[in-house]
Structure formats: structure tokens, C-alpha cells
């Protein structure tokens, strides 16, 4: 069964106690199953709410979101979902094998497919680190190692909230190619949310553009480029194209000319 991800008209309103805060207004997503899909948008915008909401943490107030045709409480039963964040969130008393295993000490070794963790060290590039700890890793290390976890039990979406956001530039450039590699091998869907215009475009068959708060999907770019990327396709005309198309929905084509001081979107594109 195809394992397409749909948004249908989903809003999300958060109750405070003296106001409410509309974070996600009517938002309509359709991913189709094994695309590598970016989110990108300004701060505060919703997309970490969008990716709690399709992976069941929390509930829309309006809407529905459907995995393969499965409300996502179902689908994270069956956990179809891989969750990679910002901060790796390693427990820093195990070690990098444990940590990868994880998930099976939590719903129980016999009770689902899963890979090997052994193989998912190779697979992102930690083998001989299986038993260090994660305060002996780099940044990077410590994300591979969550990468890892988040697949362990074979999801069908990867939802990645910023993963490379705390790296320097050439650990993120070099763990892109890596993630490109991984989804590649591994099949899923991937879904990223990213601030970087750049890596929005370098990764994804598709990036989604989020305006401000209340966020929605003003924008949708398709990129045309072939796969498997290369990093010298960030320098064909084609990227180019993508950038400023992404560019002009989250700024305007009119921002060109003007300011954009009033966003606090870092343009990440001049760093590569
Ligand atoms: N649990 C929550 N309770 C109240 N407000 C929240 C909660 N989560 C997010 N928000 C608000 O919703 C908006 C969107 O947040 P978020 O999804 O984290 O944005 P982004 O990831 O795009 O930066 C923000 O205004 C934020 O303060
Ligand atoms: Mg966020």
C-alpha cells in the first residue's frame, strides 16, 4: 500500500491563558510516499507544530492529516514515524550502539521488523564508534547517531525539525549528502524543515513555502534537479532558478529591491 502523506485544511490554535494564538491556518500538504519534501518559512511559523501534528504528538483544532490512508495515532502505532530535532537528544550514559537501540528496548525486540542497529552504524557512517559515548562525539556524530535511532524501526516518514541547524557549514554540507544517501538507501519519505534556502532547494523533490504566523503554504517550488545530488549542482542555473523562487515566496518578489530586515530568516545561500 502506498504510504502517501496527506494535510487536509489543517488549522492549529493554541489556548494561553489570557489569549489564543491561530499557529497553523488551513495548511493542505500532499506528499507523495519516498519524496524528500523541505518546509522552510520564518520563525515562529508553524512548521514544528506541522510536523508534531502529522507524527501525533498533538492534535489539530480543524483537519485532518492522513498517512497511507491512516489517522497518524494508527500510523505511529505502527511506528511509521522517525523524528530527528535539532539537538540530538542522545542519553549520554549509553552508548552509541544503545542509543540506537533504544527504541527496541522500548516497544520490545520481538514485537516489530526492525533493521540492525550494526548495519545503521555502517549505514551513517559511526562504525567503530558503536561503544563511545555521545559527550565523546561531535555535533555531527551525535546526528548521525539520532538519524540512526530514528530509523531503527523502519518508519515510512522521516521528519526531521532542523537537523542541521547547530552544525558548522561543512559538517551540514557533509551531512546532507550523507541524509541524501540514507533516504536514498532507505526508501522513506523524508519531510525537512530547514532555514536554509540552499538546503531547502539542494535536498528536496519539492519545497513547501510557509508564510508567517498564522503559517500557511503560500508557496510550492518543484525542483527539477537529477538525483543523486551533487554539490556542484549548486552552482547550475537550474538551482539558481529554485533559490529565487523560494526566495520570492517567502520575501515577495518586490523584496529583491527592498529590505527584508523585518524577517529574522538568515539567508543561508551565501554561506555555501
Ligand atoms: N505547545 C504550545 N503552546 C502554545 N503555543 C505554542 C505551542 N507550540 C507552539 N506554539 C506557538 O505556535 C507558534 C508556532 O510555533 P512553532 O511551530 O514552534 O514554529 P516554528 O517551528 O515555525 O518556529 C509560535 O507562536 C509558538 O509560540
Ligand atoms: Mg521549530
Redesign the pocket.
Known sequence: MSKDLRVFDVS?E?T?RDSN?L?LDRVEMNVPAGRFVSII??????????L?LIADV?QPSAGRVAVGGRSPAEARREHEFGFVFQSPTLLPWRTVLQNIELPLDIVGRSKRPHSSARDLIELVGLKGFESALPPELSGGMQQRAAIARALMLRPSVLLL?EPFGALDEITRQRMNLELLRIWAETGTTALL?THSIAEAVFMSDQVLV?SE?P?RITGIVEVPLARPRTLDMMRSTAFFECVNRVRDGLFGVEAHAGSTEHHDMPLVVEAY
Open positions: 492549529m493554541f494561553r494564538v499557529a518559512g520564518p520563525s515562529g511559523c508553524g512548521k514544528s507544530t506541522l508534531r498533538m525539525d524543515v510557509m504566523r503559517g
